[in-house]
């Protein structure tokens, strides 16, 4: 579904190396026109979606956060949402597990639907919802609890088992998978404060996964890590693909070149571009969209 | 010169340090050599001109009634000078009230310590103000010197600062220090007459000892009993009310009102800790405890009109605004992340607030929670309003039991010999009772501590 890239398509994507002053100025002006479109340039609409998005906007108080927002998210997929700070990438993927309703000042309109429900139909209990979409957030936030009981909370809320061996084994079973398991099984009765900060954070990502959630939700999960942290929680992302469908936030380029397999780019509150990873980064259609992954803004 | 116009002299003389000390440091700043700002130069040399000449001042001030009072001994013939010291008190109120009154006195020995007496607190008031301006002065001319450039200024002045500050805490915890002190070697004195063990063990207390030899009236016992038990009795009734009102009014506060709802209900509950524990007092004693004895009558129980009931439940709204402030602010200070971690895993708010808040705000709500129940324990006007005088050792909240403090009031107004087992007896109470609420202190201090921790 792409509209009006005529004008972009025929001119070809210019490599960062080559001088850019002119250039700028240049493509400025012939692509000013597109800016103005509020239209998503792109394959934003995908067959069979996981999660459907459509003329969403959000506002706090008056202030209006995301504007006409409409993207598919497929199964089993990974979609980085990227963009420079404060375009609402993050506002967006809390409104799709209403996290949003915390706040009392934001309002949400336009249609949101998890295989086909409307989430925030009044039927739709955000309690249940959230259960199905799991959440990773920025700074890790394990409860001052152990390490086994930060991913027995869940299970437990849920009811999700019913003997200790079962609920033993959800623990065991969710560590693993978010591949911390090896390296805290001597100590799971130890304070899940008491980790590193990537140990931290995959012990989150353990106690999303420990309730079974069908989407899970990523705000920048790795930006307080450092280079090794990171690495491993982008692999286990890469593995965590075969069972969830994952919405990514990150800010950083690579990140989301190295994990996903689209890519949604927000400015201002819009969706300007949405396409395959490699075509964003390697032949963006739109011009803000360039300007950020060539790192002149952002 | 009087001490207002020193001080003010003082005080000019600093001024005129701090812009001399500056200009002095402007004028070397020129060639770059300076080691700190120009006013840092000008404070410091004020200091120098002011602190020394003030703390002569104090001094002054604080010696010169005993040197007066040694002038005026000399001046007197010997004749009265040796007479007992009784009578030599009196003669020199007497002098005192003359030279108070400004009036001349026929006779000529009063007459002769009062000119020596005006004479001597001249001298001293010419000598002091001498003193005083040269040493204001001779500090502007030590800043002058050209020794000023050469100090840190600025890590001078930061030390003076620092022992300014020293000093303050000082003052605190000697203070602190000396009525545990007091305290203490008064209780030691009661100890030497009753029994340690007889005080911290007996049942009875009855502290009534006989004031003549020839009165008749008992030794007095004083087992320290039923007092405690009082006051754990009435302050376990207060805590009953306090902690499930305060702990679910903060949790109300902090996780369900609106910031608007907030913003005046916080307040208004807090104002509670504002009404003056008398005004408590007399609306136990008056409103709340004949309440009960009539409803208690009305399904036929006897209750006594001043109950510990009463007194429990008035003392526990009084401390309601401790529990929930405290717990209020532990609550919200619960990282935000906590809440969203559980919720984005599909807890409810009730399950978020059971599960996670609560138990991460446990050790600040424990300790906010003891801090109300050392407040209640030393809690003194409503019980002795509301609760009674009669110390029976009972566990019927229905009773007129008294406590702690109530004694300690009670042995203490009136006429009172002060070396009576009665009266040292207020000393041993209050010292018991500072050792509970400074155990408890402790132990909450050391759970508010710990909680910090938590999330660094």
Redesign the interface.
């Known amino acids: 579904m792409s509209i009006n890239t005529s004008a972009k398509i025929s001119q070809p994507f210019q490599a960062n190396t080559e001088p850019m002053l002119e250039e700028t100025s240049n493509k400025a002006t012939t692509k000013s026109s597109d800016n103005k479109s509020d239209i998503t340039i792109g394959e934003n609409i995908i067959e069979n979606p996981k999660f459907s998005t459509r003329n969403v906007d959000v506002f706090y108080d008056d202030k209006q956060a995301i504007f006409n927002a409409s993207l598919d998210i497929g199964r089993n997929e990974v979609i980085a949402l990227i963009g420079p700070s404060g375009c609402g990438k993050s506002t967006f993927l809390r409104t799709l597990?209403r996290?949003n309703d915390?706040i009392?000042s934001c309002r949400i309109s336009g249609e949101i639907t998890l295989d086909g429900e409307n989430i925030y139909d009044k039927k739709m209990d955000p309690?249940?919802?959230?259960?199905?979409v799991?959440?990773v957030?920025q700074?890790a936030?394990?409860?001052?609890?152990s390490i086994y009981d930060n991913v027995a909370?869940?299970p437990r809320?849920?009811g999700l088992a019913r003997t200790n061996s079962e609920l033993d084994e959800i623990v065991i079973t969710s560590l693993e998978k978010a591949g911390l398991f090896n390296e805290v099984k001597d100590r799971l009765t130890a304070p899940g404060?008491g980790l590193s900060g990537g140990q931290q954070q995959r012990l989150?990502i353990a106690?999303?996964i420990s309730?079974s959630p069908e989407v899970i939700l990523m705000d920048e999960p790795a930006s307080a890590l450092d280079p090794i942290a990171t690495a491993i929680i982008e692999e286990l992302i890469d593995e965590l693909r075969v069972n969830f469908t994952i919405a990514i936030v990150t800010h950083s380029m690579q990140q989301a070149a190295r994990v996903s397999q689209r890519t949604a780019y927000f400015h201002m509150g819009k969706i300007i571009e949405v396409g395959n990873t490699s075509q964003i980064f390697t032949n963006p259609r739109h011009q803000l969209t360039e300007n950020y992954i060539t790192g002149k803004f952002g | 010169m009087n001490s207002s116009a020193l001080f003010l002299l003082i005080t000019g003389l600093s001024l005129i340090a701090y812009f001399t000390g500056r200009r002095q440091a402007f004028s070397h700043a020129l060639q770059g050599k300076l080691k700190a700002l120009p006013k840092h130069y000008g404070i410091l040399t004020a200091m120098w001109s002011g602190i020394p000449a003030l703390l002569l001042m104090l001094m002054w001030i604080m010696l010169q009634p005993s040197y007066l009072h040694q002038q005026i001994l000399h001046s007197l013939p010997d004749s009265i000078a040796n007479q007992s010291s009784d009578t030599l008190e009196l003669y020199i109120n007497n002098i005192n009230l003359a030279i108070a009154d400004g009036s001349d006195i026929d006779d000529p020995i009063i007459q002769k310590a009062i000119n020596g007496y005006r004479q001597a607190e001249n001298n001293s008031r010419y000598l002091l103000t001498g003193l005083v301006f040269l040493l204001s002065l001779s500090g502007i001319i030590f800043g002058l010197t050209k020794k000023l450039i050469n100090i840190h200024a600025r890590i001078s002045i930061e030390r003076a600062v620092k022992g300014f500050l020293v000093l303050c805490s000082g003052v605190a915890i000697v203070t602190t220090v000396g009525i545990v002190l007091s305290v203490l070697f008064e209780a030691l004195r009661f100890f030497e007459s009753i029994s340690f063990f007889d005080f911290m063990f007996g049942t009875n207390w009855s502290p009534q000892t006989a004031i003549r030899d020839d009165q008749a009236g008992s030794s007095g016992s004083f087992g320290a009993i039923p007092l405690f038990v009082g006051t754990m009795l009435i302050s376990a009734i207060a805590m009953m009310i306090a902690v499930p009102v305060g702990l679910l009014s903060a949790i109300y506060l902090s996780e369900y009102a609106?910031?608007r709802f907030r913003t005046i209900a916080k307040p208004t509950l807090e104002l509670l800790a504002g009404i003056p524990t008398v005004v408590y007092g007399f609306f136990a004693a008056l409103s709340v405890a004949p309440f009960i004895r009539e409803a208690g009558e009305s399904i036929g129980l006897s209750v006594a009109s001043e109950s510990a009931l009463a007194a429990g439940i008035v003392m526990g709204v009084m401390i309601i605004p401790f529990v929930s402030s405290l717990s209020d602010d532990v609550i919200s200070a619960v990282?935000q992340?906590?809440?969203?971690?559980?919720?984005?895993?599909?807890?409810?708010k009730s399950?978020t607030i059971k599960?996670?808040i609560i138990?991460?705000a446990l050790p600040g709500i424990v300790g906010g929670v003891l801090l109300a129940a050392s407040r209640a324990i030393g809690e003194t006007m409503i019980v002795v309003m509301a609760a009674g005088l009669a110390a029976k050792l009972t566990a019927n909240p229905l009773d007129a039991v008294t406590t702690v403090t109530v004694q300690i009031v009670t042995l203490l107004t009136g006429d009172q010999e002060f070396d009576s087992p009665k009266t040292l007896a207020a000393f041993a109470l209050g010292l018991m009772l500072f050792a509970t609420t400074l155990i408890l202190n402790v132990i909450a201090l050391h759970i508010v501590r710990k909680y910090r921790e938590?999330?660094e």
């Open positions: 597990n996290m915390t009392p309690v249940l919802l959230r259960a199905r799991g959440m957030f700074k936030n394990p409860f001052p609890k909370y869940g809320l849920h404060t989150c106690r999303t309730v | 609106t910031a990282p992340s906590m809440r969203d971690g559980s919720l984005g895993l599909g807890a409810t399950e599960q996670v138990p991460a938590q999330y």
